[in-house]
C-alpha cells in the first residue's frame, strides 16, 4: 500500500510560480510510475507530468515548457514545480502512484491562479 500526501497549493499570481510536494509512505525509488493530475470544476481529471523511476518523464501539450516533475528519492517527495502559471491552471491538483498494480490517489491540493 501507498499513501500519497499533497502540500504546496495556494494563490498564486499569473505568470508566477508554485512548488507542489507529494510525501510517499513508500520509497520513491520502488514505485515506477508516478504522476501529477488536475480536476478543475465541471472539466474532466487532466494528466499535467508524469515520471518513471527511470528518469523518463512526460508533459502533455498544455503545460511542457512551463511545469517540471521531479523526484527525491532521499526525501521520498515527487515534485511538481509550476512557472509561468496560467489561469486556466487553477485546479486541484492531485498526485498518483503505480505499485503491485494497483493505483493510489493523494487527497488533492488546491491551486488558484489569480491576480
Known amino acids: 500500500q501507498v499513501q500519497l500526501v499533497e502540500s504546496g497549493g495556494g494563490v498564486v499570481q499569473p505568470g508566477g510560480s508554485l512548488r507542489l510536494a507529494c510525501g510517499t509512505s513508500?520509497?520513491?525509488?520502488?514505485?515506477?510510475?508516478m504522476a501529477w493530475y488536475r480536476q478543475a470544476p465541471g472539466r474532466l481529471r487532466e494528466l499535467v507530468a508524469s515520471?518513471?523511476?527511470?528518469?523518463?518523464?512526460y508533459y502533455p501539450s498544455s503545460v511542457q515548457g512551463r511545469f517540471t516533475i521531479s523526484r527525491d528519492n532521499v526525501k521520498n517527495i515527487l515534485y511538481l514545480q509550476m512557472d509561468s502559471v496560467k489561469p486556466e491552471d487553477t485546479a486541484v491538483y492531485l498526485c498518483?502512484?503505480?505499485?503491485?498494480?494497483?493505483?493510489?490517489w493523494g487527497q488533492g491540493t488546491q491551486v488558484t491562479v489569480s491576480s
Open positions: 498518483q502512484a503505480d505499485y503491485n498494480q494497483r493505483q493510489y
Open positions: 513508500r520509497s520513491i525509488s520502488d514505485i515506477y510510475h
Open positions: 515520471s518513471v523511476n527511470s528518469g523518463s518523464t
